[in-house]
């Protein structure tokens, strides 16, 4: 799988030594985005999530199209 050009909506959650502290509140909320802009897709859905810092965590969720009010990323790789 490339991830090469997809488009991702870039969430951030706090976190207490690696333990996220906001998911459930940061997650709905930006599934609620991107359903609201259907951009979503059934079949060509992921979640990609990195742990910044002890305090911080990035997530990528994937789109089929620019989703408003949102930080949008595109991967180069």
Known sequence: MSFRDKLFVKAKTRSVFHIPIN???VFPKTFKSIEDADAHSDDDFIVL???ASPWSAEH???????VPKEEMVHFLF
């Open 60 to 66: 990528y969720f994937s789109v089929t199209k620019e």
């Open 49 to 51: 999530s990195y742990d």
């Open 23 to 25: 998911m459930g509140s």
